[in-house]
């Protein structure tokens, strides 16, 4: 063995032993990974990866995503290595346990270098094709002196499995991202046994055929694993490593089987692998030869990064507080101006529109003042209307395009949305149908954990779809939204209501949103001029006085239908107010005396909203009416389903006398 192998040996047992330690201190994580893959991650880490352990945030730093994300340890232990300052010895002992930074799966925004929340498998792989993506478009736009990095992810056969994979391979491939590298710890198996017990595919031809650049190496042989990232550097497609490697490395009796997945291995097979390994140290007491070299490995990248930030200072002032801004994710104050010019605009117009195309007129004026919008489409382009007149297909040949045909892969886009997200720099928002939401929840549910801004726009909200039938009308899906923490579920009445959530969503950096827009024509509910946005608080009183006896809630749509009851019941001679409420997760974090001031003490209660009455029942308390639908939706006319399922005019108005 020469002296530079022997030092990549120790360098890699060292991630192997603070694993294990830490999961069998926990007694509880896993070990198939972090001990396989450690070969992997040290060449990785030690020889290629750009990153600067004393400015983590940097932001022309390589991007490393662990996509499985149960190997958590070995990023732990590698963080730890490289001299990340929060990553304690304290923190791996403490692997796993409430308060540390080291959760069982990496969240983004505990520690340092994380640069993603991993563990639902095949997530990280979608986010890594998104921060390649965004990569190439701020390379475009501010220039490679300032961006220009890799982007490497390590991932598991479960990824590969994953039905995420495939969208997002076929996407980075059809788009050449060619600084996307992904690492497969090909180990033959998962945790219910071999790979051969439910697959059989030819990962190196799948990857082929969507246009990937493919290497295979020995993943325990540091040169042939140099020789490849070399390669993959040097490749005009994105590139697909497979490592092979014996999962649960050093393990007598576990290592290369199903049992080497999870942990704790127990003391015998432990004291094992230290022997396997030549490993006479106590736990967490580490050789200081081998710290100095992980060390050495953490400062690789200083000197670059202190000439990237000269580079920053000298790329003019213009430039340096625009890419400062847009790393920040602060909005220019031009987006308020345009925003309040619309709503004038539409205050003297009035037009009868759906709400999606209201959408498209926000997006008309906020695009060209916000550079760093980054639309898109999972194929509906011509429904969901997110393409503006002054953008451009993103492609492979022209990284400075705006639009990025998704193709029919809502999951793909959703998670490759939350990496361009976490990459920073840019604002992704996307296009599909509210139906389709169920295929983008697993990333969406973790865009709301992260607490990042992607902002989904959904058409084609309810049975108002019509003719497409219950397969595309959404009846649980705004529910089912408001239950997730940490997002915001817009729905917006009229074009003044979609041009301020548009606003709030933009503004609003600690989580997604999701904007659910009609399909369908709806009247102009807002026909007076106001500066302030009223859809801030999330629900306001729209016509009729505080204390009327009957007071209608209503969403989008239905906000329609709820004027019309009011001007029935008024002429009758019942006061009555009608509160639109464009997002209930705001109006629901307001202060107690805010929402009874909306709320009041009315006679009568009624909550109007084509979809299914949870989520309402705060609203509506004991005796409130709900007019909505409890069933799935059927293939007709909307205006004939709204009848047939009594989501009237008739209906609220009814509904609101029978408690008087
Ligand atoms: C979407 C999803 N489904 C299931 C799991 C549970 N799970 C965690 S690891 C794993 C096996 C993954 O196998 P592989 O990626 O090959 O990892 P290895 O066992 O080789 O470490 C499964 C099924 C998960 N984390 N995410
Ligand atoms: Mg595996």
Redesign the pocket.
Known sequence: MTTDQAKHQAMANAIRILSLDSVERAKSG?L??PLGAADVATVLFSRFLKFDPKAPDWANRDRFVLS?G??SMLLYSLLHLLGYEDMTLEQLKNFRQLGSITAGHPEYGHAAGVETTT????QGFANAVGMALAETKLAAEFGDDLVDHFTYALI????LM?GISHEAAALAGHLKLNKLIVLW?D?N???DGYVSLADSTDQIARFKAYGWNTLSVDGHNPDEITDAINKAKASTKPTFIACKTI?GYGAPTRAGTPKA?GGPYGAEESAGVHEALNWTNEPYDLPEDIVDDWRLAGLRSTKTRVEWEKKLENAGADISAEFKRRLRGDLPTDVNAAIVELKKQLASDKPTVATRKASQMALEVINPVLPETVGGSADLNGSNLTKTSTFEDFTAKDRSGRFVNYGVREHGMAGIMNGIALHGGLLPYSGGFFIFSDYCRPSIRLAALMGIRAIHVMTHDSIGVGEDGPTHQPVEHLASFRAMPNINVYRPADPTETAECWQLALEDTSRPSIIALSRQGTSASRTEFTEENLCAKGAYTLRGKADADVVIFATGTEVELAVQAREQLEKSGTSTRVVSVPCLEIFNAQDDAYRRSIIGNPKSRVVVEAGVSQSWDKLLGENGRFIGMDCFGASAPAKELYKHFGITTEAVVEAANAQL
């Open positions: 896993h198939g990974l499985a149960h190997g563990g639902p498998l095949g598991g056969d479960g990824c994953e710890d180990n198996i998962t945790i999962a997945h």
